[in-house]
């Protein structure tokens, strides 16, 4: 099963490589910026959020671990953690988004990545991170100025914070930290070598080439929506059905459609009364990059808890 996942992984990984550079080349003579943060906002609610709309099946899983048969405990659980990280983000909005960013850099680094690598240890842990750390970085290296209006627009009024990111913009420690990032995407390319390994190859020149041609919120959109979610709902469906992709995909796009369309629909309603006090794009930003974090960190615990418990 393995070797299939990493042969459908490759497979994707090229194709996405491939219309990232079609979609760049096209782009240069359209201005990226026209795009509006609405369609970036369905295809987050649409594509994005969908890998994490059977968390509801993992945390009966883990219920079952731990011998609780009320699965309205995982409910009100996960529910209670995505407040609270709202609510953490108006009150602390600096410290908030430092920590999302850095488990969201080891997020998005293991889960793209894990499926290549066998063996579970510390420095691969710390090599996940700083693969993943690109996705957070490019955006800052080819983009400083609108990545920054993005994190003013994020309730950030932090001088400290900004001087901070002054600081690592003008002693090249920018330059430093994508360079740490390269180092570990060609460690964990080389370790063990195989040909589908090239994924890693892949993926770290789609995410430059994106993050060069794109805004910042367009690089990520298309990175989240059709890297990173894809990727990740490949391995679900292959744990729906492991001898049948395709039953595997129809089983999850039934199972992942409720949540899906609540997740969407709540988002909406809140954009609409958002609305009234910000104007319609930064609403949007807020609720994309807030809303992503309130979901994240029940998410990551819970793929944490489950893997760690079921060892």
Known sequence: MNNRIKKINFNHSFIFFLLCNIFSILF???DSSLISPLICLLLILIVGVSHGSLD???GKKLLKIFKFNNISIFYL???LLAISITIFWILLPATTLILFLIIAS???????TQFLIQENSYFNQFLFFTKGVLVIL???YFHFNETIAIFKLLLIDNEIFYSSLNIIENSKLLYLGIFVSTLSSVFLLIKNFELKKLTIFLDYFSILIINYYFTPLIAFTIYFCFLHSIRHSISLMFE????NLQN?????????LPLTILTATFCLISLYFMNKIYDFDSSIL???FIGLASLTFPHILLEYLIEKNEK
């Open 28 to 30: 240069i003579k359209i």
């Open 56 to 58: 509801h099946l993992k």
């Open 77 to 79: 659980t996960y529910l």
């Open 106 to 112: 080891y997020h998005f680094g293991k889960e793209d």
């Open 138 to 140: 490019a955006p800052l």
């Open 240 to 243: 729906l059905d492991q001898k």
């Open 248 to 256: 595997g995909l129809v089983i999850f796009f039934k199972k992942a």
């Open 286 to 288: 807020k609720l994309i």
